[in-house]
C-alpha cells in the first residue's frame, strides 16, 4: 500500500494524537504485545512510539498491578 505524503501525514497526526482515549488505546495495544512475548524495541517500532515511552508504560502497569 502507497500513501501520499499528506495521507502520511495525516495518519501520523492522528497516532500522536494526545487524547486521553487514544492514549489509552495505543497503551493497551503496547501491553499486549509486551504481554505477547514481543520486545520493547519492536513494540515501539510496530506502533511509531520510542522505546522510553514503551518502557514507561510497562513500569507503570507494572507498578499498578503490585499495589
Known amino acids: ?7 502520511h501525514q495525516m495518519l501520523m497526526t492522528t ?3 494526545k487524547s486521553p482515549e487514544v492514549l489509552q488505546v495505543r497503551m493497551a495495544n503496547a501491553l499486549l504485545l509486551l504481554a505477547d512475548g514481543l520486545s520493547v524495541e519492536d513494540v515501539a517500532g510496530l506502533l511509531f512510539l520510542d522505546e522510553e515511552t514503551v518502557s514507561g508504560w510497562k513500569r507503570m502497569f507494572a507498578r499498578r ?3
Not at 500500500?1 to 495521507?7: G, N, P, Y
Open 1 to 7: 500500500m502507497q500513501l501520499s505524503e499528506k495521507d
Open 15 to 17: 497516532l500522536q494524537s
Open 65 to 67: 498491578r503490585a499495589a
